[in-house]
């Protein structure tokens, strides 16, 4: 699978599961080159802000990313480094 599958992919995962209002995916990839487990797939960095993590705890907001991202985590991305928050409300 294609680094640009793999995030068109995830990143169509993640907008139909967690409606973001931010979204970002950087391949980090090239970073990793050498390292044992990139044969298994990229390396990859979302940030994703969402109302849908309102009240949750960070351990379930990456949850809800894993979930979204699926079988992507056994075929495609090798490792995911997640920021996910709530959007700010301007007062």
Not at 1 to 13: A, D, F, K
Not at 52 to 73: E, N, T
């Amino acid at each position: 699978m294609t680094t640009t599958s793999v995030i068109e992919q995830l990143r169509g995962r993640l907008q139909q599961a967690l409606q973001p209002t931010e979204l970002i995916i950087d391949d980090e990839s090239a970073a990793h080159l050498g390292h044992a487990g990139a044969r298994e797939g990229g390396h990859y960095a979302v940030r994703v802000v969402s109302d849908h993590f309102a009240g949750l705890a960070p351990l379930a907001r990456h949850r809800l990313v894993y979930s979204a991202a699926g079988d992507l985590l056994h075929n495609g991305i090798h490792a995911l480094r997640i920021d996910a928050v709530v959007p700010i409300k301007s007062p």
